[in-house]
């Protein structure tokens, strides 16, 4: 695992632990969950890119 596959790791984990938190809240901010959805995405679709240049074709 290199250094930026691991910090991208981090970064979803992170984001995903946010998330889950504003949906437990009484009344979730549903803007704030929106972001958070799309930055969990952006992260998960730069790591799926960086495995596919990893393989060989």
Do not use: F, G, V
């Not at 799309?38 to 495995?51: G, P, Q, V, Y």
């Amino acid at each position: 695992m290199t250094a930026r596959t691991y910090k991208l790791t981090q970064i979803h984990q992170r984001i995903d632990e946010r998330l889950r938190l504003e949906l437990r809240k009484r009344t979730p901010d549903w803007l704030e969950i929106s972001r958070l959805k799309k930055m969990k995405l952006r992260a998960k679709d730069a790591l799926h890119r960086m495995a596919k240049r990893a393989r060989p074709a």
